[in-house]
């Protein structure tokens, strides 16, 4: 709650002064000049500068959004033709908006398929290089996004694959990613399972035919006075 | 009213406010479902325990809207202050040259008034003070006055009640219910990009012609 706090009111601060600064800029720059014209070097300057940035923006804004589907694509593209065809910015934007909210919600996207979620199968892994969610790199908050995204209960244990050279003790990361997004999202039952107990875990179903998705291989012998104690969930 | 405006005729002094008022219903369109807009996504999906209060403040504190739509993403992923920093300076980097178009018309203007001219001067006050052309520079003062006064308040009303709504709402419902009501709604923000992007391009054709 403090921590919100700290930080939220360092995001306003930061974000007053710097809109301020901008703003006020010229008018610190040139208030002995008066009513003369600006130099066409930064006039040119600030012409070209602006598209570029919105542009980097878009870009930015565009991973929030469900960029591997089309649909995005689709709903900019209509709102920058319905832009270029009535100049009404209230009117492209809010039909843009209510396209793509209709396109995401009205069940035009990819099925998710069935996860398991078991000890052997745990989705996270955490190493050294971040998290990953089935193989795949993500933030901590998409991960609980896609666990919400494959409806894993809110009770279930979530078991989270430690990497043998993830340094968990002075990495905090995995620690907050437990306590911040992991439980204020619901799931409050999380269980760290090393690498060497979920392959022995996995052993018995892969001789019985199931493949074992998401287990890494063993890690090499070397490693193994690295690792940490034995499957600890955590005790704080 | 202060001794410079009792120097516009109070008659005048009417029309000019009543300009100001006509001038800023558009932007009350624009501003309010917008800032409603914003305002749910900050409380939806930055994670925040008291959002009316963030949306409030980061609303009335930066009076930008790409601002508080560009903040949502990087508050929820708790990113670094000096990310949001860079953030904020590529945004708005745009602003610098608003103030340049304003520097002759604003000459003389008294430094607290200023310095109020200069918090307001968003892209919609910007358009609407650059055109507007009265011949005393009183009036006009007091046209950008108004105009600024009457458009932030409506941005900062529909930011605050966009998350107060939700505030409220998540009480009643389910909050994956909300989030998933609120799903896809994060594409106004892009949208807004995308058209200033649009307008930014078609500026830069036109004067490259």
Redesign the interface.
Known sequence: ?EN?FL??S???????A???A??????VL??G???KS?PPAV?RF??????V??????VY??S??QWRTAW?YL??AI??GL??WKGN??A???A??AL??????CGCQTAPDEVTYDKAHPLLRFSSRGLQFRGEFV???KAVDLL?KNRVPKDSVIYILVDPDYDYVHDRTMWKFQH?YLG?AGYRRTMLVHERRAEAAAAPERHAGRAAGTVEPPPPAQDVRRRGPEGAGRGR | MSRRFSQVAPRERRAVLRRAFMDSLPVL??YT??GF?AGVLLAAKA????APV?AF??SA????G??NF??V?P????VS?WS??LL?????????????T???R??GVPLFR?LFL??T?ADENYALEAACRYKSPDANLLYCLALSAMNISYWILGTTAGAVSVAVLEGALDP?VI???T??????????????????????LR?GK
């Open positions: 709650m919100e930080y939220m360092a995001v306003v601060a930061v974000g007053w710097v809109t301020y901008m703003r006020a800029l010229p008018f040139f208030s000049r008066g009513g600006l006039e600030g012409n070209l500068i602006s598209p940035i919105i542009a980097c923006l878009v804004s565009y929030g959004l995005p709903a900019g709102t920058v832009h270029l910015p209230l492209s934007i809010v843009g908006t793509y909210m209709c396109l995401v919600s933030s901590a908050r919400e911040y204020s | 369109m624009g479902t917008m807009v994670g925040l325990h008291h963030w403040l980061t504190a930066c009076v930008s790409t601002f560009a903040i993403q508050v929820a992923e708790r202050i949001v920093a904020v300076l590529g945004i708005n980097f745009r602003y610098a040259f608003y103030g340049f304003m520097l002759a604003w000459r200023k200069i918090h001067l994956d989030r998933r009501h799903d896809g709604m994060e594409f106004a923000m892009v949208a807004l990009f995308l058209v200033i992007f649009t307008d930014q391009i078609r500026e830069l004067h």
